[in-house]
């Protein structure tokens, strides 16, 4: 069964490293590095890792640029939006993941989608200033049906994609109204779609962030924001369970990134190693920078086969929350802690941003962060096990 993983996501990797390889060069003028599957690696490996390995998805300036021209790459294709969810694992596919979660969107979107010649980018607004793993508690977004319109008001935090040239929609969770809970009534939380440009959102600057700087990520603000009724995203006051199997499999997503920021700094620490000398010897002839190497593998390793598992179980259609949350913990784990090792083989040329290292390790940290922190995969895990919850 473990296995399997790579043949189901076999069809979406291949175009999607077709594309992405030719719209990376397109705009950058050099080849995708780390690209061709070697000594038969699978291809969902490779692209995963590839896309780690260039940054999330391209160079910082790059960014619009190679947006389109992936776009383009799929503007024939019917699953571009999808594609373009799994081009951006870092950057979320939240259109595509909630097309998949209640199929109605389609026909709530396709205006959007037909205005816009190449494709669009969707954001997943969950997180607000108030709080981001607390989200029912943190919450104070509310949406009140006027008529046959939602009237929105509220703030979110660190919403990615949201506010890009090509940005269509965001899926908004917002406190639609109570419903009895065993402890007193409790918010009914549901998800509506707001297009780009609607009056009434302000979309703010984007954050001067340590990493993961080709990303766009924003603050937005809603006030009386009018959208149709129909921009209801599946059944009111499902909101918070659509958000939750989102995440659930945004986790494996982290967790690929992840192991391929775990293994670049591997393949990065071993050829330095083996090209820099110190006390007359090349670095990696010392048993201190070998041991260093050694546990970086087998971390980028072990946290490969946990991502493996647990996408191959969300493939199989089983279960795979406890096991996305195993996987996104150690993965961002292995990665943060490989980044520092990696930093630390290349002395002061790790501190340097021209050495790949360097972006590593500014981008390493958010892994243990976006997607629910370590502490949440932790709180998640436990509950599995069966542990009560305090929270
Ligand atoms: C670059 C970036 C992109 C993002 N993109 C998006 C996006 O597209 N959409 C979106 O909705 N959100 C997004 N986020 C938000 C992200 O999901 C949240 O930042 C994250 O969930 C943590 O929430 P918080 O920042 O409010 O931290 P808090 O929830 O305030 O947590 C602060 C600290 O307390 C710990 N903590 C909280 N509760 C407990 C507990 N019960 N036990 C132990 N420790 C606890 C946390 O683990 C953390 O260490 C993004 C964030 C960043 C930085």
């Given amino acids: 069964m473990l296995w399997n993983v790579d043949r189901t996501l076999v069809d979406v990797t291949i175009v999607l490293r077709d594309a992405y390889a030719a719209a990376f060069r397109e705009v950058t003028g050099r080849p995708l590095v780390r690209l061709a599957p070697a000594r038969g690696r699978p291809d969902s490996e490779v692209i995963f890792e590839t896309l780690a390995l260039n940054g999330v998805v391209a160079e910082d300036d790059h960014l619009p640029a190679f947006t389109e021209a992936l776009a383009r790459a799929f503007a024939d294709r019917r699953d571009r939006i999808a594609a373009q969810g799994r081009a951006m694992p870092g950057a979320r596919e939240a259109l595509a993941a909630v097309a998949r979660l209640e199929g109605t969107v389609q026909s709530v979107l396709t205006g959007t989608i037909r205005s816009n010649a190449v494709l669009m980018l969707g954001a997943f607004g969950l997180t607000e200033a108030g709080g981001g793993s607390d989200v029912p508690g943190g919450m104070r977004t509310t949406a009140v049906l006027d008529g046959d319109e939602w009237v929105i008001n509220g703030t979110k935090a660190f919403i990615t ?21 065993p402890d007193g009534p409790r918010p009914e939380i549901s998800t509506i779609l707001v297009p780009s440009g609607t009056p009434g959102l302000t979309v703010s600057r984007k954050y001067s962030k340590v990493g993961w700087n080709a990303s766009d990520t924003r603050e937005l603000s809603f006030t009386d924001c009018r959208v149709p009724a ?25 967790a690929a990134v992840a192991v391929g920021l775990a293994q670049g700094c591997v393949d990065e620490s071993l050829a330095y190693a083996k090209q820099r000398r110190a006390f007359g010897h090349a670095i990696g002839e010392y048993q201190a920078i070998q041991f260093k190497i050694a546990d970086m593998a087998a971390r980028a390793h072990t946290a490969r086969l946990a991502y493996y598992h647990a996408a191959a179980k969300m493939l199989a259609g089983e279960p795979f929350k406890k096991e996305a949350a195993m996987a996104k913990l150690v993965a961002s784990n292995a990665a943060m802690d490989n980044a520092r090792d990696a930093t630390q083989i290349f002395g002061g040329y790790g501190f340097m941003n021209e050495y790949p290292v360097g972006r590593f390790y500014r981008d390493a940290k958010i892994l243990e962060i976006g997607e629910g922190t370590s502490e949440v995969q932790r709180m998640l895990i436990a509950r599995e096990l069966g542990l009560p919850a305090l929270c």
Avoid at 161 to 181: D, Q
Avoid at 230 to 254: C, K, S, T, V
């Fill in 161 to 181: 994609n949201s506010g890009t040239a090509i940005t269509g929609v965001i899926a908004v969770a917002a406190i639609t109204g109570t419903r009895p809970g």
């Fill in 230 to 254: 129909a921009n209801l995203l599946g059944e009111r006051g499902r909101g918070y369970a659509q958000f939750l199997q989102i995440l659930d499999e945004g986790r494996i997503a982290i």
